[in-house]
């Protein structure tokens, strides 16, 4: 059973940081995309960032450019989101999922309709 597993997420000040981390079980992640998503409440579902197959390619939304960084580890089945200076902002449930990837050169999309195994979420707050 293909599963992906969200942690990292928690309570934080303004200005710290957090790392993502979401493990795959069931399948190996190195012919998938992968996408994180984040979901505050009241908002639609949006698109963070991706990183294609090989970690050669990323994307970032504009709102978190310069500040996240998506990082890839295929020998451990997991990716990463990296959150520096973060903001009020960036509170939400942040979700990520995988999408086949069949040409491993190919730009990654952060289009939530293209990815079709998703995790659980999980949950940060920024707060002082």
């Known amino acids: 059973q293909l599963q992906l597993v969200e942690s990292g997420g928690g309570l934080v000040q303004p200005g710290g940081s957090l790392r993502l981390s979401c493990a795959a079980s069931?399948?190996?992640?190195?012919?998938?995309?992968i996408g994180w998503f984040r979901q505050a409440p009241g908002k639609e579902r949006e698109g963070v960032s991706c990183?294609?197959?090989?970690?050669?390619?990323?994307k970032y939304a504009d709102s978190v450019k310069g500040r996240f960084t998506i990082s890839r580890d295929n020998a451990k089945n997991t990716v990463y989101l990296q959150m520096n200076n973060l903001k009020a902002e960036d509170t939400a449930v942040y979700y990520c999922?995988?999408?086949?990837?069949?040409?491993?050169?190919?730009?990654?999309?952060?289009?939530?309709?293209?990815?079709?195994?998703w995790g659980q979420g999980t949950q940060v707050i920024v707060s002082s």
């Open positions: 069931g399948f190996t992640l190195d012919i998938y995309a």
């Open positions: 990183i294609s197959r090989g970690g050669g390619r990323t």
């Open positions: 999922a995988a999408r086949l990837q069949y040409i491993p050169q190919a730009m990654c999309v952060i289009s939530r309709s293209e990815y079709t195994n």
